[in-house]
């Protein structure tokens, strides 16, 4: 009477049966790496604590304390501006480039090389050689990279657009490679101008490419740290009436590390959750971004 | 049979990757130490351990004495069976490292605390040293550092001068001889003289005083302490970390800084980026004077032979009496949340260092004195400069500096403000440097006070 039930497909098949076994060590990794150390975070961010077997928990004083913080606020706006010119710049750039170097230009290869190789450099290593360079010319004029804000912004910015506008080249390239010849051919047979070519077809047809550009140089320009670190370090500070200063190029990564190593045993705890909110930040940013752009991508 | 050898296959793979993804959270995987969760203040002297079965971990912040350290560990080891490691950190990462060492399950035993800020930092992990066989040791408690309720958190390991290094045979070459410094007046008259016949000569007065990070604390750590001195003494002495300052001989400060900068081979404007390496201007006759302190005197007398070492002279009243700036960020603390044996041990190893007669000789070769009763004697000129000083019954000028809180906050802004002023040597830019310093100190208090 009663009907055998049948057994389980995923039990027949014998990938499916091991699965865990390939799954399980990358799942694990990311618990242990990722996971653990992040809910662990989260907490040290109520706490009060030297070294974390020692955490004292304290509630959301580290929060209040964090978002009163001038020097965080400062840091917050700089990063803000810095990130929106930076993810300008290099999309804008880094399209441009990959425009031309997929027009057939001679030699494109070894463009596509050159322009791409900044990007196996080091954050800090890039910071200390661009620091060198920016110095070399400044010395001319009496000063350097340290004694101006304007200086140590559009510095970063130079560099930051060296850095990636070969990576982000190498994504656009892939995307306008995609581009279908029978589309581009229909439009010049329906004679459409370069422009409209371009802005018409290719555009809308490489908008998954820009999505994904815009993304990284948005989530690195505000996870910016290493660059930031060795070109100015946060100088020039402005010393307030009070005494305490503002360090002017200081975008909130460092600001975060600075805190955390800065001032006095509350300080770690606070640091945290300056962390805590910088990610909150960046994770509601990245996904607003890829949902404006992805609204736009164009089925083919 | 197939199938078996798939599933082995399959099983060794994931092995494999398991094992590779997860080395790389080595090291800092193990958080859990119950070492670290024993009650700070349990341990006392008297409860220690059996040294012989403890083990030693130094975390060091001196990388120069690093190889030394590294030979006496190994000759410790040979000597007694009691194992010595000891890891170097440099001292501007120090507290990180410090802060993710001391989480794992072994953590240092004995590490540095040299300032006051390192007692409210770490104070809580150090064992009270009182009454230990290494404080025995000691010939004076000059060096040490306590906190607020008198507990002996470390104690000095050799200690240090700083001031001026001269080169006698420069000054006599422009026609002045040594005896005239005694005061600034002398100081500022002989350095304005070789600067303005700086190309006559060959040479300028001072080497560079580059704001760079391996150079600025030659002027917001060491040269600021004549403020701070002088505000200490005039206050009877100083038993902790004052809330303010009154900046009174900031004018003092500037006396000497201006001096430093505007008689000096490098035009003050160019000393923010740095890259001026002021160690090989002096030690290649290229400038008189350098900025610095008695560690140099190896590097140093190897090609200046007379090289001495001479206070800063800034125009303070009675400064003719002033002798140099003595003192120590050279503290040893031993861990509190390691076992009895571990402390025992670590402390064993210590009165090792400062009494056995090869390796404290060792030791003082690289540190150059040792404020222990067994200890070798000094070869450094520089510290025998400062022992003649108080010979000849000048103060000395006690490090102050010390006390500077949130240490790297507060120098970092005053390096800014410097660079500001190195630029255009302007009143309002020399305000803004009062403000970092005077004003910067409050601030700083505040911050590294708060709960």
Redesign the interface.
């Known amino acids: 009477m009663e009907k055998r039930r049948p057994k389980l497909k995923i039990f027949k098949n ?1 990938l499916r049966r ?1 699965g865990w ?2 799954l ?3 799942a ?2 990311f618990i ?2 990722f996971v653990w150390p992040f809910i662990q975070g989260i907490y040290l961010s109520m706490c009060q604590f ?5 955490a004292k928990f304290t509630g959301f004083d580290n929060y209040v304390k964090a978002i009163t913080d001038p020097s965080f606020i400062h840091s917050f706006w700089y990063t803000a501006l810095f990130a929106i010119v930076s993810v300008v710049l290099i999309n804008v750039l880094a399209f441009t480039v990959a425009y031309f170097l997929t027009q057939g230009i001679k030699g494109s290869n070894l463009f596509r090389t050159v322009f791409f190789m900044p990007n196996l450099i080091g954050g800090i290593v890039l910071g200390y050689i661009w ?1 060198m360079i920016f ?1 070399g010319i400044l ?1 001319h004029f ?3 990279i ?2 101006e804000t304007s200086f140590g912004f559009w510095g970063l910015i130079i560099l930051m657009c060296w850095q990636q506008i070969g990576y982000m080249m190498i994504i656009y390239i892939a995307g306008l490679q995609a581009v279908p010849e029978d589309i581009l051919e229909a439009a010049k047979i329906d004679g459409a101008t370069k422009k409209q070519t371009l802005f018409r077809v290719i555009i809308p047809n490489v908008m998954p490419s820009i999505t994904i550009c815009t993304f990284l140089s948005l989530t690195n320009g505000f996870k910016l740290f290493d660059q930031n670190l060795a070109l100015t ?5 402005i ?7 503002i ?1 002017t190029t200081e975008m909130l990564a460092l600001n975060i590390f ?1 805190t955390f ?7 770690s705890g606070q640091a945290q959750a300056k962390a805590v909110l910088f990610f909150i930040l960046v994770a509601a940013i990245g996904l607003i971004q890829l949902a404006a752009t992805r609204r736009k991508e164009v089925q083919q | 049979m197939k199938s078996t050898i798939k599933k082995i296959a399959a099983f060794g793979l994931a092995a494999l990757m398991t094992a590779s993804a997860l080395a790389s959270c080595g090291g800092s995987g193990d958080k859990s130490s119950e070492a670290s969760k024993t009650d700070s203040t349990a341990s006392t002297a008297s409860k220690l351990g059996d040294g012989s079965k403890g083990k030693v971990y130094w975390l060091n912040f001196k990388p120069e004495i690093d190889e030394t350290l590294q030979a006496l560990a190994k000759d410790y080891t040979k000597q007694t069976g009691v194992e010595v490691k000891v890891t170097t950190a440099a001292s501007g990462t120090y507290s990180q490292t410090l802060t993710s060492e001391m989480d794992k399950s072994n953590p240092p035993t004995l590490f540095v605390i040299g300032n006051q800020q390192g007692v409210k930092e770490w104070g809580d992990y150090a064992l009270d040293l009182t009454n230990t066989d290494i404080a025995k040791e000691l010939n004076t408690d000059a060096y040490n550092l306590t906190d607020d309720n008198g507990k002996l958190v470390s104690i000095g390991y050799c200690y240090e001068c700083y001031g001026i290094i001269a080169n006698p045979d420069l000054i006599e070459k422009a026609g002045h001889k040594m005896d005239e410094i005694k005061n600034f007046e002398g100081l500022k008259a002989v350095a304005e003289d070789i600067h303005k016949n700086a190309d006559k000569l060959g040479f300028d007065a001072f080497s560079s005083s580059d704001m760079d990070d391996s150079s600025s604390w030659r002027f917001t750590g060491h040269l600021a302490n004549l403020e701070y001195f002088y505000e200490e003494k005039e206050a009877g002495g100083w038993k902790e970390c004052p809330a303010t300052l009154t900046g009174k001989y900031m004018e003092n400060y500037k006396n000497l800084y201006d001096l430093c900068i505007n008689n000096s081979l490098t035009d003050p404007k160019d000393l923010a980026t740095g890259g001026h390496d002021a160690e090989n201007e002096f030690k290649t006759g290229k400038a008189a004077f350098f900025v610095n302190g008695s560690w140099e005197y190896a590097a140093v007398s190897e090609d200046v032979k007379n090289a001495t070492m001479i206070p800063y002279y800034c125009g303070v009243e009675g400064e003719e009496k002033a002798g140099l700036n003595c003192g120590t960020e050279n503290c040893w603390a031993v861990n509190a949340n390691v076992s009895g044996d571990d402390q025992q041990a670590t402390i064993d190893f210590m009165v090792w260092l400062v009494s056995d007669k090869n390796a404290s000789a060792k030791m003082v070769e690289q540190l150059g004195i040792m404020p222990y009763k067994n200890a070798a004697e000094s070869t450094n000129g520089f510290l025998n400069d400062a022992a003649r000083y108080t010979e000849e019954g000048c103060y000395v000028m006690d490090w102050a500096t010390n006390y500077q809180p949130n240490v790297d906050e507060y120098r970092a802004a005053l390096v800014s403000a410097l660079n500001a002023y190195n630029a255009d040597q302007s009143d309002a830019n020399w305000d803004a440097v009062k403000t970092a310093f005077v004003d910067g100190w409050a601030t700083q208090y505040k911050a590294a006070n708060a709960q």
Do not use: E, R, V
């Open positions: 014998p091991w076994l390939f399980g060590p990358m694990a990794a242990i790496g030297k070294t974390i077997s020692m620091s110095d010395s009496g000063t350097s340290l004694m370090g946060g100088q020039p500070f010393i307030q009436a009070d005494g305490s200063s360090k600075n190593y800065g001032s006095n045993t509350a300080s």
